[in-house]
Protein backbone atom coordinates (compact mmCIF):
# COMPACT_ATOMS: atom_id res chain seq x y z
CA UNK A 1 0.00 0.00 0.00
CA UNK A 2 1.34 3.95 -0.70
CA UNK A 3 0.94 6.57 1.68
CA UNK A 4 0.53 9.95 0.86
CA UNK A 5 0.18 12.59 3.86
CA UNK A 6 -1.56 16.18 4.10
CA UNK A 7 -2.58 18.69 5.36
CA UNK A 8 -0.34 20.22 7.94
CA UNK A 9 0.65 23.84 7.84
CA UNK A 10 1.13 26.73 10.19
CA UNK A 11 -1.04 27.78 13.19
CA UNK A 12 -1.20 29.49 16.12
CA UNK A 13 -1.06 28.04 19.73
CA UNK A 14 -4.62 26.86 20.25
CA UNK A 15 -5.72 26.03 16.95
CA UNK A 16 -6.51 22.86 14.58
CA UNK A 17 -5.39 21.18 12.07
CA UNK A 18 -6.76 17.79 9.95
CA UNK A 19 -4.11 15.75 9.09
CA UNK A 20 -5.60 13.26 6.28
CA UNK A 21 -3.35 9.82 4.90
CA UNK A 22 -4.79 8.59 1.95
CA UNK A 23 -3.97 4.79 1.38
CA UNK A 24 -3.84 3.09 -2.06
CA UNK A 25 -4.74 -0.56 -2.47
CA UNK A 26 -7.51 -2.53 -1.61
CA UNK A 27 -6.95 -3.85 1.28
CA UNK A 28 -6.66 -1.05 3.25
CA UNK A 29 -9.39 -1.70 5.74
CA UNK A 30 -7.22 -4.62 6.60
CA UNK A 31 -4.14 -2.32 8.41
CA UNK A 32 -3.84 -0.44 11.43
CA UNK A 33 -2.66 2.92 10.53
CA UNK A 34 -0.63 5.12 13.21
CA UNK A 35 0.36 8.56 13.19
CA UNK A 36 4.09 9.48 14.06
CA UNK A 37 5.70 12.64 14.42
CA UNK A 38 9.57 14.06 14.57
CA UNK A 39 10.68 17.33 15.82
CA UNK A 40 14.00 18.62 14.97
CA UNK A 41 17.10 16.72 16.97
CA UNK A 42 14.36 14.53 18.16
CA UNK A 43 13.19 11.01 17.48
CA UNK A 44 10.09 10.02 15.96
CA UNK A 45 7.18 9.64 18.15
CA UNK A 46 4.27 7.58 18.77
CA UNK A 47 0.48 10.05 18.90
CA UNK A 48 -2.47 8.27 17.79
CA UNK A 49 -3.20 4.87 16.13
CA UNK A 50 -6.42 3.05 14.84
CA UNK A 51 -6.79 -0.58 14.33
CA UNK A 52 -8.75 -1.75 11.19
CA UNK A 53 -11.85 -1.78 13.10
CA UNK A 54 -12.08 1.72 13.70
CA UNK A 55 -13.64 1.68 17.27
CA UNK A 56 -10.22 0.88 18.71
CA UNK A 57 -8.15 3.72 19.21
CA UNK A 58 -4.81 4.33 20.94
CA UNK A 59 -2.80 7.66 21.49
CA UNK A 60 -0.17 8.87 23.26
CA UNK A 61 -0.60 10.98 26.67
CA UNK A 62 0.52 13.88 25.40
CA UNK A 63 -2.22 14.47 23.15
CA UNK A 64 -4.93 12.50 24.47
CA UNK A 65 -8.04 14.55 24.39
CA UNK A 66 -6.43 17.16 22.21
CA UNK A 67 -6.11 14.42 19.21
CA UNK A 68 -8.77 12.05 17.19
CA UNK A 69 -7.61 9.48 15.10
CA UNK A 70 -9.96 7.88 12.48
CA UNK A 71 -10.39 6.65 9.26
CA UNK A 72 -12.62 5.98 6.98
CA UNK A 73 -12.55 2.94 4.93
CA UNK A 74 -14.72 3.43 1.98
CA UNK A 75 -12.17 6.68 0.81
CA UNK A 76 -9.25 4.56 1.75
CA UNK A 77 -8.03 7.65 4.22
CA UNK A 78 -7.38 7.84 7.61
CA UNK A 79 -7.66 11.13 9.45
CA UNK A 80 -5.89 13.41 12.50
CA UNK A 81 -7.88 15.66 13.65
CA UNK A 82 -5.51 18.19 16.06
CA UNK A 83 -7.40 20.76 18.46
CA UNK A 84 -5.62 22.44 20.95
CA UNK A 85 -2.33 22.87 19.69
CA UNK A 86 0.55 23.47 21.16
CA UNK A 87 4.08 24.78 20.10
CA UNK A 88 5.75 21.42 21.27
CA UNK A 89 3.07 19.89 18.57
CA UNK A 90 5.25 21.15 15.85
CA UNK A 91 6.51 18.42 13.70
CA UNK A 92 6.97 16.53 10.83
CA UNK A 93 3.90 14.71 11.04
CA UNK A 94 4.13 10.61 9.11
CA UNK A 95 1.17 8.12 8.41
CA UNK A 96 2.00 4.77 8.62
CA UNK A 97 0.49 1.18 7.85
CA UNK A 98 1.24 -2.25 8.93
CA UNK A 99 -0.88 -5.80 8.83
CA UNK A 100 -0.96 -7.45 11.94
CA UNK A 101 -0.28 -5.45 14.54
CA UNK A 102 -0.58 -6.62 17.74
CA UNK A 103 -1.89 -3.98 20.60
CA UNK A 104 1.35 -3.92 22.48
CA UNK A 105 3.42 -3.12 19.07
CA UNK A 106 1.11 -0.24 17.66
CA UNK A 107 3.25 2.20 19.26
CA UNK A 108 6.37 1.32 17.28
CA UNK A 109 7.23 2.82 14.45
CA UNK A 110 9.07 -0.70 13.97
CA UNK A 111 5.86 -2.23 13.38
CA UNK A 112 4.74 -0.40 10.47
CA UNK A 113 5.63 -1.52 6.56
CA UNK A 114 4.44 1.51 4.83
CA UNK A 115 5.20 5.47 5.63
CA UNK A 116 3.74 8.24 3.76
CA UNK A 117 6.32 11.11 2.89
CA UNK A 118 5.38 13.21 6.02
CA UNK A 119 3.54 16.56 6.87
CA UNK A 120 5.02 19.38 7.91
CA UNK A 121 3.06 21.20 11.38
CA UNK A 122 4.48 24.43 12.80
CA UNK A 123 2.29 25.69 16.07
CA UNK A 124 3.14 29.30 16.67
CA UNK A 125 3.46 30.58 20.32
Known amino acids: VQLQASGGGLVQAGGSLRLSCAAS????????MGWFRQAPGKEREFVAA????????FYADSVKGRFTVSRDNARNTAYLQMNSLKPEDTGVYYCAGGLGIILTMLRLPSSYGYWGQGTLVTVSS
Open 50 to 57: VRWSAGTT
Open 25 to 32: GRTFGNYA
